[in-house]
């Protein structure tokens, strides 16, 4: 028998994650001009995530195996969670960084589990729906974040989003 439920956690969590990959490119000019980032800067900002996955992807996936995939899924999320609180309380490029380093351990410990935890919450015959429903994380995610910073940003600052 499925546990939707499972189901729902996984997909909730992974799209809670992809916020954290959407929140970036709204926040380029305000992180410009109150930290003087450059706009070299602002990319690795934005692409660390993807270059900590394949730097580090295999190893990260390897210690989410260990863990069993329902730790690593709070766990990812745990370090979504610190690495947003610590990069909002800076102004710090170098510590923005270094939170931004927690994130995308986070988000490839949530991205590596929650297959997974699908996988092992579903029959069978669900496999083709539940998978599908996971597919969607990443786009919506990034997309919510996307509309919802325009109405962040000017009253709350790119700390906000963060």
């Known amino acids: ?5 499972h189901v729902a956690i996984a997909v909730l ?18 992180l410009r001009s109150e930290l003087g ?14 270059a900590l996955g394949a730097a580090c992807g295999f190893v990260i996936g390897r210690f ?3 863990l069993t995939h329902r730790r690593s899924m709070i766990l990812g999320l745990a370090l979504l969670i610190a690495g947003s609180l610590i990069g909002a309380a800076t102004l710090s490029e170098l510590l923005l960084f270094a939170s931004r380093v927690l994130e995308s351990v986070g988000l490839i410990m949530v991205s590596v589990a929650a297959p997974g935890l699908i ?3 579903i029959d069978p ?4 729906l539940a998978l599908a429903l996971w597919g969607v994380w990443m786009p919506v995610g990034v997309a919510v974040m996307m509309m919802f910073s325009p109405f962040l940003l000017p009253g709350f600052g790119w700390q906000g989003s963060w």
Do not use: F
Not at 37 to 50: I, R, T
């Open 1 to 5: 028998m499925t546990r939707w439920g």
């Open 125 to 128: 015959r669900d496999t083709g």
């Open 64 to 66: 989410t195996d260990y």
């Open 119 to 121: 996988a092992s919450s």
């Open 13 to 30: 969590g992974g799209i809670a994650a992809a916020l954290h990959v959407g929140k970036v490119p709204p926040a380029i000019p305000l």
């Open 37 to 50: 980032m450059d706009l070299v800067a602002a990319g690795w900002l934005m692409g660390l995530v993807s």
